[in-house]
């Protein structure tokens, strides 16, 4: 009887004792890559042409916008790389110029973009990358506390499009990756 | 043996819990502690005296989707390729990480003088139990982000996690009444040390093509954190001007011995025999539960936005050129979205559990069969113990998302009073190969038990979804008190 106890309490030392396991490489985890990629609109600014007609053409409507989201500190230091939609459309009967600049916390202009849009109906779709393989480095993002959009009427100051509420339409979306942990 | 030890605490951690499934415990009335699974078990020995901090010792983990051989196997292949694959795409929101410790830091019963039918118990008892569901919709947000699942709404009750540490005063009772019946009941007394729980969350962030500009945010949140004790523990290890081990062990311990939030629970529990050979018992353990009310630390987060960003709509705009339209949409967003914290007082409740088991005992009783130990034959013992018992258990545990039930069928071989070996194989959410073995060994008056579940899953610890072992030491007499 003693045999038997020693024997299944061996047994069963044993079978913990003998319990395995395949190797497992923790240091995987330092390869572990949290770097969400996050979108949202940006801006939207809208401007009826009768504003248009008020002044004499080629008067540049200059607006500086406030936009301290990119140089958020949450933001700035964990955004690696990311893009900016525009889709502008145009209503108006007249040709306009349109610049978006982005300016850092001294007014100075770090990245301009220009859109030359026809008379309406007219829309121009495009995307801005920075960082990553982009020559535009992030930093001009990081460093942007504000926005300013100018618009030229490059037309008469007369004219009325026969479309419905006819207006200049910017419409913006930041698509960004951030990292919060891993290398990019 | 180091890689061995480092994967079974990191099984522990990275599974956090299973809840408390004791199957090979419960009716396994050779072992003391069976008793704090169902308070009516009928024991037949006169008194028994756990050996202080190893009279159970009690370590389970599980995971119901992952284990730690799928993301941290050496294969090669790359570490968020496979957490991609079994996590983010391979979890439901369902799925759960558990971790369960029980340790007895006292425990001894006797039996009454007077009444030989009456058995008495009490102890104390540690237990840390914690259960987090997989934040599914949370974990592909802050993963992936939201760039690729415009209209998808991601759910803030995802967000579902308890868990708490506390120490159990506990005293017990069980009344053999006539020789079908014996009822059970134990008063507990629940000193915790800390407790978070975050269980009724609501709310959704969704990303939709927009009205007037590209993109709509939503984000609608109705969610809390409540917290017992956490803050007085980061204080701790936030401040390096002491040694953190003894200021924390100083702490559980004032915590732990009623200087913390207090709780009353109650186990219940009965046995039937409606013939000798066949038993049918059930329980109640932990029906109880625990006021919160020193260093309650509550977080929420609560409101609905709405936004497609800055907006300027012209000339309207050009009238007040100093308009920050930036600081509109912040201050529109924190007027609408509160994020606060208190320190109300909160109760939680214990995890219920509920037992049932029938079993049928055949083969030479044991009082017939010969033993080389050395005991007394008491007339009060409970229903004679067969050579053979075959039976089923059902468990089910109460979890934040519902019940969280295991269906287990054993086999009990007895061997004397002295060696007693106990088989099962289990169902539950974990796993459909649970076989278990436990065994009990008595020298002397000494008694040694370890009950080990999931033996399949020893083969390689790392891919086991479910873990649990058991062991303890007790001095049990079976003469006069």
Same mark, same amino acid.
């Given at each position: 009887m003693k045999k038997g106890i020693a024997f299944c309490f061996c047994a069963v030392m044993l079978l913990i004792h003998g319990a395995c396991s395949e190797k497992q490489d923790f240091g995987q985890w330092d390869d572990f890559e949290v770097v969400p990629t996050l979108?949202?609109?940006?801006?939207?600014?809208?401007?009826?042409?009768?504003?248009?007609?008020?002044?004499?053409p080629n008067v540049v409507y200059t607006m500086d916008i406030n936009f301290d989201a990119f140089n958020a500190e949450f933001f700035e230091e964990r955004v690696v790389s990311g893009e900016i939609t525009y889709q502008l459309e145009n209503t108006t009967s007249k040709p306009l110029a349109l610049e978006i600049d982005f300016l850092d916390d001294n007014g100075a202009v770090l990245f301009s973009e220009d859109f030359t849009l026809s008379p309406g109906p007219d829309s121009e779709d495009r995307t801005t990358l920075f960082g990553g393989e982009s020559p535009n480095n992030i930093a001009i993002i990081t460093s942007t506390s504000a926005l300013r959009a100018s618009v030229t009427n490059l037309g008469d100051a007369s004219s009325t499009s026969s479309l419905p509420d006819p207006k200049l339409v910017i419409r913006t979306s930041g698509q960004f990756m951030l990292q919060f942990k891993g290398s990019q | 043996?180091?890689?061995?030890?480092?994967?079974?605490?990191?099984?522990?951690?990275?599974?956090?819990?299973?809840?408390?499934?004791?199957?090979?415990?419960?009716?396994?009335?050779?072992?003391?502690?069976?008793?704090?699974?169902?308070?009516?078990?009928?024991?037949?020995?006169?008194?028994?005296?756990?050996?202080?901090?190893?009279?159970?010792?009690?370590?389970?983990?599980?995971?119901?989707?992952?284990?730690?051989?799928?993301?941290?196997?050496?294969?090669?292949?790359?570490?968020?390729?496979?957490?991609?694959?079994h996590m983010l795409q391979g979890m439901s929101a369902k799925d759960d990480f558990s971790a369960t410790t029980h340790i007895e830091i006292l425990h001894g019963g006797f039996r009454a003088s007077h009444d030989p039918s009456l058995f008495f118990s009490f102890g104390l008892y540690n237990e840390l139990d914690a259960i987090s569901y997989w934040m599914k919709d949370l974990a592909i947000l802050g993963i992936e982000g939201n760039a690729n699942y415009l209209r998808k709404a991601f759910n803030m009750g995802d967000l579902n996690t308890r868990g708490e540490m506390l120490n159990v005063f506990h005293i017990g009772a069980s009344k053999k009444l006539n020789s079908?019946?014996?009822?059970?009941?134990?008063?507990?007394?629940?000193?915790?040390?800390?407790?978070?729980?975050?269980?009724?969350?609501?709310?959704?962030?969704?990303?939709?093509?927009?009205?007037?500009?590209?993109?709509?945010? &939503?984000? =609608?949140?109705?969610? !809390?954190?409540?917290?017992?004790? $956490?803050?007085?523990?980061?204080?701790?290890? %936030? *401040? @390096?001007?002491?040694?953190?081990?003894?200021?924390?062990?100083?702490?559980?311990?004032?915590?732990?011995?009623?200087?913390?939030?207090?709780?009353?629970?109650?186990?219940?529990?009965?046995?039937?025999?409606?013939?000798?050979?066949?038993?049918?018992?059930?329980?109640?353990?932990?029906?109880?539960?625990?006021?919160?009310?020193?260093?309650?630390?509550?977080?929420?987060? &609560?409101? =609905?936005?709405?936004? !497609?960003?800055?907006?300027?709509? $012209?000339?309207?705009?050009?009238?007040?050129? %100093? *308009? @920050?339209?930036w600081q509109d949409l912040i201050d529109y967003v924190e007027d609408n979205i509160d994020y606060g914290d208190n320190s109300q007082n909160y109760i939680a409740?214990?995890?219920?559990?509920?037992?049932?088991?029938?079993?049928?005992?055949?083969?030479?009783?044991?009082?017939?069969?010969?033993?080389?130990?050395?005991?007394?034959?008491?007339?009060?013992?409970?229903?004679?113990?067969?050579?053979?018992?075959?039976?089923?258990l059902a468990y089910t545990i109460i979890r934040p998302r519902g019940l969280q039930p295991a269906l287990a069928g054993f086999y009990q071989r007895r061997f004397g009073r002295a060696l007693s070996l106990k088989a099962s194989y289990t169902v539950d959410r974990?796993?459909?190969?649970?076989?278990?073995?436990?065994?009990?060994?008595?020298?002397?008056?000494?008694?040694?038990?370890?009950?080990?579940?999931?033996?399949?899953?020893?083969?390689?610890?790392?891919?086991?979804q479910y873990t649990s072992l058991q062991i303890g030491l007790n001095v049990i007499s079976w003469g006069n008190n």
């Open positions: 979108e949202a609109s940006l801006v939207y600014v809208e401007a009826i042409e009768a504003m248009f007609n008020v002044a004499q | 043996m180091l890689r061995f030890v480092l994967t079974g605490l990191f099984t522990m951690v990275f599974c956090w819990v299973q809840g408390q499934q004791r199957q090979l415990l419960y009716g396994f009335s050779e072992i003391p502690q069976s008793l704090l699974l169902n308070p009516a078990e009928q024991l037949d020995y006169s008194w028994y005296a756990g050996v202080p901090m190893l009279s159970s010792v009690v370590v389970q983990g599980a995971s119901s989707g992952v284990s730690v051989h799928d993301i941290f196997a050496d294969d090669g292949a790359d570490i968020n390729d496979k957490i991609r694959e079908k019946w014996s009822v059970g009941g134990r008063a507990k007394l629940y000193s915790s040390i800390f407790n978070f729980k975050s269980t009724q969350n609501e709310g959704t962030f969704t990303t939709d093509p927009g009205e007037d500009n590209l993109l709509r945010s &939503t984000l =609608e949140a109705d969610m !809390e954190l409540q917290s017992s004790g $956490l803050k007085e523990i980061y204080d701790i290890l %936030d *401040d @390096d001007s002491q040694s953190n081990s003894k200021a924390l062990a100083k702490l559980g311990l004032k915590r732990g011995l009623l200087g913390g939030d207090l709780g009353v629970g109650l186990d219940l529990g009965f046995t039937y025999n409606p013939t000798a050979q066949t038993r049918w018992s059930a329980s109640l353990v932990d029906l109880g539960f625990v006021y919160h009310f020193t260093n309650t630390q509550n977080y929420t987060f &609560t409101g =609905e936005v709405v936004t !497609e960003g800055v907006e300027v709509i $012209l000339p309207g705009a050009l009238l007040d050129p %100093d *308009d @920050d339209y409740m214990r995890p219920l559990k509920v037992y049932t088991s029938l079993s049928h005992s055949w083969g030479e009783p044991k009082e017939k069969q010969d033993c080389d130990c050395d005991y007394r034959t008491m007339a009060h013992r409970g229903a004679p113990q067969y050579a053979n018992t075959v039976g089923g974990y796993t459909w190969s649970n076989l278990g073995l436990g065994m009990n060994l008595r020298v002397g008056p000494v008694n040694f038990y370890v009950l080990a579940d999931n033996l399949l899953g020893y083969q390689n610890l790392a891919a086991s």
